[in-house]
């Protein structure tokens, strides 16, 4: 399995951007797919974006436009730019990893996301 630990996250103004990190130890880096989903106070784990294992990329509606996924295969670490942030993407963003777009076996611990009105 693939061990995740993210970083980047804190307190911004809406209309800030944040850079989200995921360093990913373990073997199988470069064939996995990886994705950011987030978890807001009362809400259900929603994706927010994904990149495949040939860097494809899918984003949820609310993201697209606004945040952008990467992966550096050489620092074994996946990023979300995400910019023009507003209140309701306030979260926990949490990055996993697995061999598909439907299976996430391998999940970090999270990194808490607060944007100010």
């Known amino acids: 399995q693939v061990q995740l630990r993210e970083s980047g996250g804190g307190l911004v103004q809406a209309g800030g951007s944040l850079r989200l990190s995921c360093a990913a130890s373990?073997?199988?880096?470069?064939?996995?797919?990886m994705a950011w989903y987030r978890q807001a106070p009362g809400k259900q784990r929603e994706l927010v974006a994904r990149?495949?294992?040939?860097?494809?990329?899918t984003y949820a509606d609310s993201a697209k436009g606004r945040f952008t996924i990467s992966r550096d295969r050489a620092q074994n670490t996946a990023y979300l730019q995400m910019n023009s942030l507003k209140p309701e993407d306030t979260a926990v963003y949490y990055c996993?990893?697995?061999?598909?777009?439907?299976?996430?076996?391998?999940w970090g611990q999270g990194t808490q996301v607060t944007v100010s009105s």
């Open positions: 373990g073997s199988s880096f470069s064939s996995r797919v």
């Open positions: 990149i495949s294992s040939v860097d494809s990329t």
């Open positions: 996993a990893a697995g061999p598909n777009s439907d299976y996430f076996p391998s």
